[in-house]
Every structure is written in structure tokens, then in C-alpha cells.
């Protein structure tokens, strides 16, 4: 064969991934399908369990399931845009409807009324496929309009929701351990969503003073900063702990106090504690977009006749919101999961299912914990990301 | 208008400016021309108090610049700078607005004023609901000066306006100001470091080095009669007597003749504009007409030539 | 089941004799107590000594609800909505505030007036009256007497009555490997072990720190553990190691428990026998402040009757129920509770 023929041969045969994230997420699901437990079936609570792989489940489920992870891999290799977006979507949001029912109706099979304490899990496999299915759909949203960003997400959110709410996932572990914390869980999402609020709240009050300082004082930031980073480091138990015994004295000392609820246990220390983790994100972010101001503007701005406070209001803080907001978003997202240890020290929120769930070996109660956080998480960093976009798509 | 009184500035114990002494009559155009490092945006920003002085005095319309506010005075006098300065997050008509609002004026009075400020300087009124960086860079420039004369101030200054544009746009918005100027007879300061840009603009050049003035008159003098070596130098040293030609105009060499050349020119051309005519023609003699079209006159070459040793 | 909470290493020392409790020595003590609770920094001393002395300043909740917490453990859900349907049904206003923290955090919370009433072990007073050693705590009746006394008079809590219970420390084993090498009681246990049998425990760093531990049982059985014969956890999850013993991770066969857990016998477990009373007893009793007594006199009355009931055997089955058959805490107590007809 002469060598231009040769060549030719080999170009013909070499496959072009057109999308290597969805090559990159296909082959580990394929993988945690085969060999890792989709299922896992204990006979109590405590005990370790069985596991079941995807492929040993009902011949349809098994089908669909492995058909959806094959309509993945083979979008990776597809070279229209559009329709390589539309497959993934598909194929995403499919896995995670597919393996929800999946594991739903297969837990329902494998009741057992003469084992009342049998519990059926979700396993790795189970973790894996959502994973993948959910950064597939993320993936194939890039490049459409931002209201689709929005309503494609909501919508699966929905869909997954409905599905709970039906029943069908009833026979699961988790929802068994979510049942049975139904009495307080409304109390406890609600407490943790006012221990991060009101933590944010006062941290914003704190940032100020201190952001002024570290902009307009060069002899404070490096102190500011300095201290900042330090407490960053303190690990959060730590701290937590730390703050009890002064808290204590000024609840003993200070009737008033005591009456409004600071003492050394509950929400007063763990309020303490999220506003000083907030407080680097929120100040560094200001003082970098405070700082960025380009300095033509605030010349153009000062020789209009701009006084300092005017120059200040109607520039510098206008052109540093998105920095602004971006702080407020990483000390958010942060004081959400941070939240959880202050179930340790009496405040309550969703880290006392965790804690419980540590305690009595019960992993299923740690998610019903850890669930929903993440779900505040992700949530609360969207809507963020939706008013940035907003704020810098003004101008 | 503006008056100068032994100013100096200092800089870590050096004396970077000054002991500068000048006057800049109401209604001129002058412009601080020199090499960088010269200090002429220093002596500018000393005007509007953005520097303030390490000793001497600045007298504005005849009042020290001490004894306003500073806001008070930057809100009579019109500021543009290089990169135009616009307010990113603002429209355009809300920039060009910037002034009046400090000023407290109302909104009717105000949005009358950006819509006659769009017509002087000449901006596309789909143009003011945009943001300015979707904006080329000449017409930021624009929409700057426009800012700069929203409130209606008798005095301007400019701190390298047209630096940062191509050399076609910054010709036009050239000319634009000096029909602005004319028109308007506001007193403006403009500092660059581009000679052909003062001779073109100014009424009064002020030539500065090294914190000092090193002669300050009107353009042809300057040209015609540089005090120095420097300032020849800096003027165009050879070129000079080409640009002197632009301060003549045909009028005042016109005679009569018998001659009948074949080509004319308007006799408000400059000398220089009459030469290239010549050269673009292949002659040596012109015909002078008036705006009706009737000749005057002819011009011829020598008197090009003689007129341009003068004075 | 978290009872006991961390000691510094030999910060307490023990009052041996029971007449402590009928002395109630007042500030000496108080500070000792002190100590064991917070760093010695004298500041916190000081507020403490405060902080109680502040205490009449407290609100007193006469019509507000009483709030009941309990520990995050399977055996405070338990007892927690037992006292909360309790007192639904004898028409005290009650707020469910269970699962709040570990040992420390509930007595901080009690004392400042955060929480009403909470249950609480006997055996625990030793460490918040720095007694631990003591061996009036080994008899039932007598520590919860001298627990109640310390507590009427330096605190204004009140112990109410108790249950018939022990919930201490114990040592369990797998049950077929016990039956093999006929290992019934803690003198089998040590002499198997001094016979070089091959042991490896699962415990708390706690149990193995603490006086009343580990050190307790190898002091009053002659029998001494190396490091690489144990494996130490950070928490008092009992869990844990019961799980480890039952599947033998790491070589584990031997675990940490207490005695009314409930996943002993589920996992194939038992626990072997406290002949000579190495532990302090540990029986669960309501702990309420003196004030919520005042305003609802009749809570002893309504409680006693249900706490009666409760021995180690109904314990470990109840735990049973809701740790390892996954049933929920609140259906357990009250089945329990109506199947006994001790729900008006």
C-alpha cells in the first residue's frame, strides 16, 4: 500500500471524541454500574448489608438503565453541537429519573414482612450514576439561554421531588430515617436556615467597618488581614468550643443577656463563631473590588466635583457590587455546611440528625442531615450566581 | 481668568515645579505643551485644586483657588481626560449628566441639556441610552467633552483629550473643538505633548521643561521667534518655517495682476494650503477668489516664499 | 450513649468517704467542680460561682412549656419522648428539644435555664461533683440519694425517681466465641487474658482514659491491656464498636457497650458479667430545675410511675427497637407506654 493510501487508512479509523467531559463521565459509570452495589440489603439497621449491582436487578430495569449510560458514551462522540447537547440531556436527566425508580420499585421487591427491620440502601453505584447524571445535564445546559439554564434544573429538581412525594421510594432506608425524624425536621431545616442567615446578617454588619478600614487605612489591612486568615485556620469544633466559656460568663454576668438567649450552649456561640468564618470572604472580596475601581474614573469622578462620599456612593460601591456579591455568595455557601457542627454545641439545625446518625452507626440518618445541606448549598449559590449574572449583563 | 503666582510643587524634597509664573487671559485657548515629566498636567490639575501647591498662589476668575471648596470649583470647570473617564455603570446621557445632577438641576432642565449637549458635540442621539463600552473609543471621547460642558462652564480643562485616539479621529475631534472654541468663547487649557496638536489648537502655547515655562506666546510667534534652542527643537526645528505658513492666510498677500493663472483659492486658505495647491497643480501662481467666487487676486510663490521669512 | 464526657488527666481528685454527701461543703467544692468543667482559668471559676448564685434571676416558666431535652443517643430519644408523652397526657405544655448535645452541653444548658428537664444518669454525678471513685456511687440507691442531695442543694436541681436500671460500662464479646472458650463473667475475661488469649478491644478513648473505665476494670480483675490490644475510637459511639466486635474488623472481638444497648443481642453479642461491681451505677433518672418542680408539683407524681418500669431488660429491648429495627423513637415509647396503660 503506498503511503498516502496508508495514511488515509488511519485517519478513517481514528475516532474523535467530540466532548471529552462527557467521554470523562461516561466510562466510571459504566464502571460503578458493573462492579459497584446499586442496592445494599441489611437485616437491621446496624448491620452491614448485601449488596446488589445494577445488572443483577429485573431484566428492564438493567436494560433501561444500561441503555441511558450507553446513549451517554455514545454522545461523547457526536460532532453537532446541538444534537450532542440534546443527547446528553437526555441521557442525564434520564439516568437520574431512571435510577431513582429503579431503586425505588426494586427496594419495594425485596421487602420482607417476616423481616420487619430490613433495611434497603442506596449504594455506590447508586451515587456514582446520579453524579454523573446530574454533571451530564449541567454539561449540556452550557450553551443554551439562561432561562433554560434555569428551568431545565428546576425541573428535574421537580421531577425528582414528585417521585419522593408518590411514595415510590418509601421502602427506602433513607426514607424511613427521614420519617421518623419527621416531627422536628421542619424545626431544625428552619433552625439552621436562621443560624446562617442571621450569621450572615451580622457578619455583612461587621465587614463594613472593617472593609473601610483595610481600603482606606494601608496601616490597618495588614493587621485586618492577618487576623482574618488566623481564624480561618481555627478548626471550627475548636472554636466553637472555645466560645462557651465566655459566653457562659456574660450569660451569668448579664441578666439581660441570658434573657435574650446568650449563654455558653445554643445558638449565641454558633452564631459567633459563622460570623467570624464569614468575616475573610466577605472582606477580602470587598476590599479586592473596592480596590479595582479603575482609577481613571475615580480621577474623571474627583475633578467633576464629586465629594469623597459622593465618589464613594455613586461609583466605588456600584462599580465593586459584583465583588460585593460574590463575597456574600463564598461566605454563604461556607457558613451552610459550617452550620452542621453547630448541632454539637445546642444550637440544633440539620447537624443534629448527622451527629445522631454518627452515634448510633446509622448512616442513612447522617444523610438525612447532610441531603438537605448540600441541597441549601446548592440552592443558595445558584440564586447568587442568577443575581451576578443579573448585575453584570446591565451594563 | 487664570493667573499663576510663583507656584511651586515638591516631590520627596525635590522641587518638581515652579517657580512658575502665568496668566491665561478669559477666552484663550492654551495649550501646555511639553515632554513628558515636564510637569503640565501637574500645573492643570492645579487649577481645579486636584493638586494643591507647596507654595504661591492659583487665582481663578480672580478668586485664590484656596478660598472655594474643591468641589465647589471642580463643579464650574469642565474636566476631560485622556482615557475620557466615563462612568461604566452609567448610560451615556447619565454621564453626560454628571455635573447638572451635582448641581441639583432639574430633570426636565436636565435631559433638555443632554439632547442640546448631543447636538454641539455632535453625538448620535440612539447613542445616549448606551453604556460606553459599547462605545468606540472616539465617541467616548465625545460623549467626555460633552460631560465637560454640561453645566455650562466658562473654563475647560483638558488633560490629554485626544492622546489615546487614531490619527483620523483625533484630526476631526481637533477641529471640532476649535469651532467649539470659537463659537462658544469659553476659556480652555488642554495640556499635550504632541507640538502640532498646540500649533493647531492654541491661541497661546506655553512651552514647558522640567517644571519650568520655557516660553509662552502665540503660536506664529513661537514659531517664527523660539527663545531657545529647546524650543526650536521641540516646535519642528526645520519644519518650523513650513508650519509658520498655516498663521498666514492668502488675504494678506493677494495683489493684483495681469496674470490669468488656471487654478484658484479661497483667500482665508492658509499660505501653507495655497502652496500645496501649487504643488498639487504644477504652478506657480494662483488665482485668489472670495466666497461669492469673484477674484481678488492672484498669489504668487515668491510672495509664499518672503512672507514666511517675515517676522 | 453518651453518659460521661472527657476528663482531664488527673485535674480531679477524689473525696473518698459517703459522708460527703451529707456535708455539702460549699465553695471549696464548687470550685473543684468548676474546674472539671471549664480550663482553670479563674475568670470562668468566678462566673460559674456567679452564674449560679445569678440563678434565681433566671425567668421562671410557670405557663410557659416545659422544655425537655435529652442527650443524641438512641436511649435519650427514648426516655425523652416517654417523659414528653408523659406529660402530654397528665396536661403539662411540653417542647421537644431532644438530641440537643453531649453530656456537657446539657448540664451548661440546665443550669443556665436554657432546658427544664432532661434525663440523666446517677452515676454521672460523680463528675459534675468531682467525686468519681467514690464508692457510695457503686451503690444503687445510695448515689442517686447523694446525687440528689448534692444537686437540691448547690444547684436547685431535682433528681426524680429513678429507674430500676444500670446502664454502666460493660465488656462484650462475641457470643460463640465466648460459649467456645466459656468466658461468662470479667474473671473469665481476665484470666483468659493473662493467659495470653488473644484479645483486641473496641473503645472510646474516654473509657480508656477515664477512672471509672477501663482502669477500673483491670484494676478489680487483675488484668492489663496493651496498645496494640485495643483500638481506640474518638467517640462513645457504642455503635461502633459493638459493630466492629460483631464483624471483626481489625481483629476486634472484644467491645465497649453499655448495659441497656440495644445491639447486643441483635449483633450476636453478650456482655460479660460485672461480678465484683467494678463500674459505678448508672441508673437513668429525670433531672428537672427546681423552679419547673415548683410550678408543676405533680410532675415526680406523673413520671415515677413510668420509670418504675424500666429495667435493663426493657431497656435493651426498647433500644432494640428503634437502633437496630429502625422503628421510630416517639412510637416505641408511646406503644410502650399505652401497652402499660401508663397513659391516662
Known amino acids: ?395 | ?311 | 450513649m453518651l453518659r460521661a464526657h472527657k476528663l482531664a488527666a488527673g485535674e480531679v481528685e477524689s473525696h473518698p468517704g459517703a459522708n460527703e454527701c451529707s456535708q455539702v461543703a460549699g465553695p471549696r467544692l464548687t470550685r473543684e467542680t468548676l474546674d472539671m468543667w471549664t480550663s482553670s482559668h479563674p475568670l470562668t471559676r468566678r462566673a460559674l460561682l456567679a452564674g449560679s448564685a445569678a440563678l434565681p434571676l433566671a425567668p421562671v416558666r410557670a405557663a410557659e412549656p416545659v422544655i425537655v431535652a435529652s442527650k443524641i443517643d438512641t436511649e435519650g430519644a427514648l426516655i425523652g419522648e416517654m417523659i414528653l408523652a408523659l406529660l402530654e397526657a397528665a396536661g403539662i405544655p411540653a417542647r421537644n428539644r431532644l438530641q440537643l448535645g453531649p453530656t456537657r452541653i446539657l448540664r451548661a444548658a440546665i443550669l443556665s435555664g436554657a432546658i427544664d428537664l432532661y434525663p440523666e444518669y446517677t452515676g454521672n454525678a460523680a463528675f459534675f461533683f468531682a467525686m468519681d471513685g467514690d464508692p457510695v456511687w457503686k451503690d444503687a440507691r445510695a448515689g442517686y440519694e447523694c446525687a440528689r442531695a448534692l444537686d437540691l442543694q448547690r444547684s436547685d436541681l431535682v433528681w426524680l425517681k429513678p429507674a430500676p436500671a444500670d446502664n454502666s460500662w460493660v465488656l462484650a464479646m462475641r457470643a460463640d466465641f465466648a460459649d467456645a472458650h466459656r468466658l461468662a463473667t470479667l474473671d473469665d475475661f481476665a484470666r483468659w487474658t493473662r493467659e495470653a488469649g488473644a484479645v483486641k478491644l473496641a473503645a472510646s478513648a474516654e473509657f480508656v482514659e477515664s477512672r471509672s473505665g477501663l482502669p477500673a476494670f483491670q484494676e478489680t480483675y487483675g488484668f492489663s491491656l496493651g496498645a496494640r490490644q485495643l483500638l481506640v475510637l474518638s467517640g462513645g459511639n457504642t455503635s461502633a464498636t459493638i459493630k466492629a466486635a460483631a464483624d471483626g474488623i481489625s481483629g476486634v472481638n472484644a467491645a465497649m457497650a453499655y448495659g441497656t444497648d440495644g445491639a447486643l443481642a441483635a449483633l450476636g453479642l453478650r456482655a460479660l458479667e460485672d461480678t465484683k461491681h467494678a463500674q459505678p451505677v448508672y441508673a437513668p433518672a429525670p433531672v428537672a430545675r427546681g423552679l419547673i418542680v415548683q410550678s408543676y408539683p405533680q410532675m415526680a407524681a406523673v413520671l415515677a410511675p413510668a420509670f418504675q418500669t424500666l429495667d435493663v431488660q426493657v431497656l435493651r429491648r426498647l433500644n432494640e427497637q428503634i437502633a437496630i429495627e429502625g422503628r421510630e423513637a416517639r412510637l416505641v415509647a408511646r406503644t410502650y407506654l399505652r401497652e402499660h396503660g401508663l397513659l391516662a
Open chain 1, 1 to 395: 500500500m503506498s503511503t498516502a493510501s496508508l495514511a488515509d487508512a488511519r485517519r478513517g479509523l481514528r475516532i474523535h471524541v467530540a466532548d471529552r467531559v462527557a467521554f470523562a463521565l461516561a466510562l466510571p459509570a459504566i464502571a460503578a454500574a458493573i462492579f459497584a452495589g446499586f442496592l445494599s440489603i441489611a437485616p437491621n439497621r446496624l448491620a452491614d448489608g448485601r449488596p446488589l449491582a445494577l445488572w443483577q436487578l429485573g431484566a428492564l430495569d438493567s436494560a433501561i438503565a444500561f441503555g441511558l449510560l450507553i446513549l451517554l458514551f455514545a454522545a461523547a462522540f457526536i460532532r453537532d453541537e446541538t444534537w450532542r447537547s440534546k443527547l446528553l440531556f437526555v441521557a442525564g436527566a434520564g439516568l437520574l429519573i431512571a435510577i431513582l425508580l429503579t431503586a425505588g420499585a426494586t427496594a419495594y421487591g425485596h421487602l420482607d414482612p417476616r423481616e420487619p427491620a430490613r433495611r434497603i440502601s442506596l449504594g455506590s453505584a447508586f451515587w456514582i450514576l446520579s453524579a454523573v447524571g446530574s454533571l451530564a445535564c449541567f454539561q449540556s445546559l452550557q450553551r443554551v439561554s439562561r432561562t433554560a439554564k434555569i428551568l431545565a434544573p428546576l425541573a428535574l429538581a421537580a421531577a425528582a421531588a414528585a417521585i419522593a412525594a408518590s411514595g415510590a421510594l418509601d421502602a427506602l432506608s433513607l426514607t424511613r430515617e427521614f420519617h421518623a425524624q419527621r416531627a422536628t425536621f421542619a424545626s431544625e431545616l428552619a433552625r439552621h436556615v436562621g443560624l446562617v442567615a442571621f450569621a450572615i446578617l451580622l457578619a455583612c454588619l461587621c465587614a463594613v467597618p472593617l472593609t473601610l478600614a483595610a481600603v482606606y487605612r494601608e496601616n490597618a489591612r495588614a493587621t485586618i488581614f492577618t487576623t482574618l486568615n488566623l481564624l480561618q485556620t481555627i478548626p471550627s469544633i475548636a472554636l466553637f468550643g472555645v466560645l462557651i466559656a465566655p459566653l457562659s460568663f456574660l450569660g451569668a454576668q448579664v441578666p439581660l443577656a441570658n434573657k435574650i438567649g446568650i449563654g455558653g450552649i445554643g445558638a449565641a456561640p454558633a452564631i459567633i463563631a459563622l460570623v467570624l468564618y464569614a468575616l475573610l470572604p466577605l472582606v477580602r472580596s470587598a476590599d479586592a473590588g473596592l480596590r479595582n475601581v479603575p482609577a481613571d474614573v475615580r480621577e474623571s469622578a474627583r475633578g467633576m466635583g464629586m465629594t469623597p462620599r459622593q465618589i464613594f456612593w455613586r461609583v466605588d460601591l456600584p462599580l465593586a457590587l459584583p465583588a460585593l456579591i460574590s463575597g456574600l455568595r463564598v461566605a454563604t455557601v461556607q457558613s451552610i455546611g459550617l452550620a452542621v457542627v453547630a448541632a454539637l454545641i445546642g444550637a440544633g439545625g440539620l447537624g443534629t440528625f448527622v451527629f445522631q446518625g454518627i452515634g448510633e452507626y446509622a448512616l442513612d440518618l447522617v444523610l438525612v442531615g447532610t441531603l438537605p445541606t448540600i441541597a441549601l448549598a446548592v440552592s443558595a449559590d445558584a440564586l447568587f450566581q442568577i443575581v451576578l449574572a443579573n448585575l453584570r449583563c446591565r451594563p
Open chain 2, 1 to 311: 481668568m487664570i493667573d499663576f503666582d510663583a507656584v511651586e510643587k515638591h516631590y520627596a524634597g525635590q522641587r518638581v515645579l515652579g517657580p512658575l509664573s502665568l496668566s491665561i487671559p478669559q477666552g484663550a485657548l492654551c495649550v501646555l505643551v511639553g515632554p513628558s515629566g515636564c510637569g503640565k498636567s501637574t500645573t492643570l490639575k492645579m487649577i481645579n485644586a486636584l493638586i494643591a501647591p507647596d507654595a504661591g498662589t492659583i487665582r481663578v476668575r480672580g478668586r485664590a483657588v484656596g478660598d472655594f471648596s474643591p468641589e465647589e470649583l471642580r463643579r464650574g470647570i469642565g474636566y476631560v481626560i485622556q482615557s475620557g473617564g466615563l462612568f461604566p455603570h452609567w448610560r451615556v446621557r447619565d454621564n453626560i449628566a454628571t455635573v447638572p445632577r451635582l448641581l441639583r438641576w432639574d430633570e426636565t432642565r436636565i435631559a433638555a441639556r443632554v439632547n442640546e449637549l448631543a447636538d454641539i458635540a455632535e453625538i448620535d442621539p440612539t447613542l445616549l441610552d448606551r453604556f460606553p463600552h459599547q462605545l468606540s473609543g472616539g465617541q467616548q471621547q465625545r460623549i467626555g467633552v460633552a460631560r465637560a460642558l454640561a453645566a455650562d462652564p466658562d473654563l475647560i480643562l483638558m488633560d490629554e483629550p485626544f492622546g489615546a485616539l487614531d490619527p483620523v479621529t483625533r484630526a476631526a475631534l481637533q477641529q471640532e473643538l476649535s469651532r467649539l472654541h470659537r463659537d462658544t468663547g469659553k476659556t480652555i487649557v488642554l495640556v499635550t505633548h504632541d507640538m502640532d496638536e498646540a500649533l493647531a489648537l492654541g491661541t497661546m502655547i506655553v512651552v514647558m521643561r522640567k517644571g519650568e515655562i520655557a516660553q509662552s506666546s502665540t503660536p506664529a510667534d513661537i514659531l517664527a521667534h523660539p527663545s531657545n534652542d529647546f524650543v526650536r527643537d521641540f516646535v519642528g526645528g526645520a519644519d518650523a518655517t513650513i508650519k509658520l505658513l498655516e498663521f498666514r492666510r492668502v488675504g494678506d498677500v493677494v495683489r493684483q495682476d495681469a496674470e490669468t493663472p488656471a487654478f484658484a483659492v479661497p483667500e482665508n486658505a492658509t499660505l501653507r494650503a495655497a502652496l500645496t495647491k501649487m504643488m498639487e497643480t504644477g504652478t506657480t501662481i494662483l488665482n485668489v477668489r472670495n466666497d461669492e467666487g469673484k477674484i481678488l487676486g492672484i498669489v504668487r510663490i515668491e510672495d509664499i516664499v518672503s512672507a514666511s521669512k517675515q517676522s
